[in-house]
């Protein structure tokens, strides 16, 4: 875009007029918490990721390592006690992807209302200027997406923070900073203010044209000169204009990768070397990924809250965001960017469509991102034919009706997409029409899924963030076939043939297609033979839910003849995502073990389905397995599911407990064995000699047994005086588990613990038993210290954040004097009890002690 078009032809730049005046330095962290969508596109959960262990998955191991820790961050002092809790995220500006935000919301409702609390106390704070900005929907590069689809992506974006957060967002992160200037111009249409961009985005900046001087120079800035510390306007070939901040780039890397996060002065001491002396107000603005501060660098959390709470007041220096220093000191500048550009590329946007050598290592290539993106592309097109198409007959205007799907979305029940459905259709839809309807839409949310950027970020086609794009693309071809009976799949495939994969064994992208995503495909069928297999461990309401599907059991009837076990049923099932209703029949044969047999069948009325339980119930009671199989083929066709048919948590839940029943008999085996050698092995330590394998393992597996079955009867206990017994059982088999040197294995154990002292801590601090404090504060502390000695890596944070609150909230003022009038819970001779409490909980109560 030239010079001419893009700079401001009449001195119109300070039209708004600032709220207040801004003098001095003004400081901004700007944080971009992101997780990518991994949810199955047919299940809509993240399914288990082992290399995200000990946690379930990626998503809920940063959780504890970033977004908690940010929420809840400490102030220690010099003996490691809790002094302060913080949450970073009342003084970090921050934007949080919406997949993230909504799996938070279902995850852990504490984080999730930590930060929209925080968002609203810095609004509070800043003159009505909240810390949350917005972020386009699902991380899609904009300058690579068609108009229709930036439109999307903001609006969805934008409609997805106003559902968290209450307000509109003034500004917008785009995925990566990637931007051109038709991105520019539709934030700017959708109402957008300003955004974030990396200082070596910019190619020419000025100040704007004033009556002294109309007619200023433009300053070259190509090479990530320009200046920081004050607010740009970008003006659009539209009319409009957008506000630009960029962050300190130098800074911003040291964050990330250098040690500027290794304590609160240095990095105060960092920020200090970019303040400006001849600048009457200044902001020093920094931005990274959120998850630095704690998930990719531990611990750091606790630096920003000591500079936020300490560190930048002792140098008094002002935390705002950027939309609050925006309203204070407007724009007196303005900038040309350069045309397509990114934060994470220095080849524009080519490392999300070309082999550009960004994000490459070794001898790898990434020749497979052109046809990835090209392939993507031309289904997309073909799509939004099919859309166009269908959706005039069910919809009077198919893009607005997809651009306002968000709001299904963030709401599946029956009665929200009835409603959606009401405003947008075009004649009164009946069951059919709208189960297409809702397909349609589905058909596009999968469309602008599959242009995630983490899909072309790293090396490798085959990574898990290059088979889940193409999953949503598989999701997506699957949808247009059962609305348009299109076959989109095999010119799909071929053209992901021409993308070479770095892996020898796939050889191109279409074997990754085939053999990672079309083989993980799951159709009504195997929800159902999941249910009915499940349903031999699992007891089913006669209305539930498997995963996004409603699951009606209309009929269910169980008999067992000893290890055999025969289930036949009635079931329907309704997908929340599309309402698409379906109806079987299921029979399951387990014959002990991993041996499974399940077929499944479409209802086809009630005297068939009697039939088909008189028949098959009539040849178990006959005890002949073979007869219930012949039976349930004759009936059912040859098609069997079996064990590897169920979704893997509920596979491994299962495996689990079939492996559980032989590992009681073992176990009952190594007690005896340890029993009976109790006074050798009791020798063989005694005379400090090596003890023999078979009877150090029997000693192992007793003990471990022996503390579990403790640890379970504590937990399901509320008897005081039994409790007392077991904890009391259970310090005696500590101590011999550590005469016996025994190494105890104790699955659960950590959670378990974790949960009961920080339930006990909440009788405790707010239940009505207050007279028996003593009692519980001492029990807290022997769980406290089994936990300790079992070696389980006990986390008292929670115990320590609930404690915390009520020190402040309750024991200082209505306790400690300074609510003079309020009546203290507790009596003076309870007191020092709960003060214990709070020093073994590592919280700083000295003071009071």
């Known amino acids: 875009m030239t010079t001419e078009l893009m700079s401001n032809p009449t001195p119109t730049c300070q039209e708004e007029q600032p709220e207040a005046v801004a003098t001095g330095v003004y400081i901004t962290i700007h944080g971009h918490f992101y997780q990518p969508p991994r949810e199955n596109p047919y299940l809509n959960v993240i399914e288990r990721q082992p290399s995200a262990y000990p946690f379930h998955d990626w998503n809920e191991r940063i959780l504890y390592e970033c977004y908690r820790p940010n929420v809840f961050s400490r102030i220690l002092n010099d003996q490691g006690e809790v002094v302060s809790v913080i949450n970073n ?29 925080a968002d609203r106390r810095s609004a509070e704070r800043l003159n009505g200027h909240g810390n949350a900005i917005a972020q386009v929907y699902n991380h899609i590069i904009l300058p690579l997406a068609n108009e229709r689809d930036k439109y999307t992506q903001i609006r969805w974006g934008k409609a997805d923070f106003r559902a968290h957060f209450g307000r509109d967002p003034e500004g917008m992160w785009l995925a990566e900073t990637g931007v051109d200037y038709a991105t520019l111009e539709a934030l700017a249409n959708e109402g957008i203010k300003f955004t974030i961009l990396a200082p070596s985005q910019a190619e020419q900046c000025r100040p704007m044209a004033t009556e002294d001087n109309p007619h200023p120079d433009w300053l070259g800035v190509g090479g990530g000169q320009i200046d920081p510390t004050r607010p740009y306007r970008c003006f659009l070939g539209n009319g409009k204009h957008i506000d630009i901040f960029f962050y300190d780039g130098p800074i911003s890397k040291g964050m990330g990768f250098d040690d500027v996060l290794a304590s609160s002065q240095h990095l105060a001491d960092r920020l200090g070397q970019a303040v400006r002396g001849d600048r009457p107000s200044q902001l020093i603005c920094v931005a990274t990924d959120g998850e630095t501060f704690g998930h990719h660098k531990a611990g750091t959390e606790k630096c920003l809250a000591y500079a936020f709470s300490q560190e930048f007041a002792h140098r008094h220096w002002q935390v705002t965001n950027v939309a609050h220093y925006l309203s204070i000191c407007p724009p007196t ?39 990835l993106r090209d392939s993507l592309n031309w289904l997309r097109d073909r799509l939004a034919v099919i859309y166009e198409d269908y959706g005039r007959k069910f919809f009077h205007d198919p893009w607005l009706a997809r651009d306002e799907y968000i709001q299904v979305m963030g709401d599946r029940t029956p009665e929200s997409t009835v409603h959606f459905l009401y405003r947008h259709q075009a004649h009164n839809l009946d069951e059919l029409e709208q189960v297409d309807a809702l397909r349609l839409l589905e058909m596009q949310r999968q469309a602008l899924l599959m242009f995630t950027s983490c899909g072309w970020f790293f090396d490798e086609l085959s990574r898990p963030e290059g088979v889940q794009i193409l999953r949503y693309a598989a999701r997506a071809v699957e949808l247009a076939g059962e609305i348009a009976g299109v076959q989109l799949e095999p010119e799909f495939r071929q053209r992901l043939q021409a993308a070479p994969s770095n892996v020898e064994h796939f050889g191109h992208g279409g074997r990754v297609y085939d053999e990672l995503v ?15 297999i499940t349903s031999l461990f699992n007891h089913y309401s006669a209305e539930d839910r498997v995963y996004c599907y409603e699951a009606k059991q209309l009929d269910y009837h169980k008999q067992q003849m000893g290890n055999q076990v025969l289930a036949l049923g009635h079931l329907q099932l309704v997908s929340e995502i599309t309402r698409e209703p379906k109806e079987f029949i299921f029979a399951v044969l387990h014959l002990g073990g991993w041996d499974f047999h399940c077929c499944i069948q479409p209802f086809i009325g009630r005297l068939a389905y009697a039939q088909v339980k008189e028949t098959l119930f009539k040849s178990m009671r006959e005890a002949s397995v073979s007869t219930t199989m012949f039976e349930m083929m004759r009936v059912f066709g040859d098609r069997v599911f079996s064990l590897e048919t169920l979704f893997a948590e509920e596979r491994q839940w299962i495996i689990q407990q079939i492996a559980d029943k032989s590992k009681t008999t073992l176990d009952q085996l190594y007690r005896q064995a340890y029993r009976d050698n109790y006074s050798i092995l009791r020798a063989f330590h005694r005379e400090e000699l090596p003890v023999p394998q078979e009877l150090q393992v029997a000693a192992d597996i007793a003990l471990s ?108 003022p209505q306790c400690m004097g300074t609510e003079p009038e309020s009546v203290c819970p507790w009596n003076p001779d309870q007191m020092p009890l709960l003060l214990d409490l709070g020093q073994r909980l590592a919280v700083d109560v000295n003071t009071f002690l």
């Open 518 to 532: 079309v083989s993980s495909r799951i159709t009504f069928e195997r929800v159902a033979a999941h249910y009915a």
């Open 333 to 371: 500048w303005e900038v040309i960017l350069k045309p397509v550009t990114a934060w994470s590329c220095m080849h524009g946007v080519d490392r999300w469509q070309d082999d550009c050598g960004c994000g490459g290592g070794g001898n790898w290539t990434q020749k497979w991102r052109r046809p």
């Open 705 to 812: 047994y022996r503390c579990l079955r403790l640890l379970d009867e504590l937990d399901s206990s509320s008897d005081p005086e039994e409790m007392d017994r077991i904890l009391a059982e259970l310090d005696g088999t500590v101590t011999e588990a550590e005469s016996m040197h025994a190494s105890l294995n104790l699955p659960g154990a950590k959670q378990l613990l974790e949960a009961l002292i920080l339930r006990s801590i909440d009788a405790l601090l707010f239940g009505e038993r207050r007279e028996t404090i003593a009692d519980e504060q001492r029990r807290i502390e022997e769980m406290i210290n089994v936990g300790d000695r079992l070696h389980v890596g006990l986390s008292l944070d929670r115990a320590q954040e609930l404690y915390f609150r009520c020190f402040h909230e309750v024991i200082l």
């Open 89 to 117: 995220f009342e003084y970090l500006s921050f934007n949080v992807g919406a997949t993230l935000m909504s799996w938070l919301a279902t995850h852990d409702q504490e984080v999730y209302q930590g930060i929209i609390e």
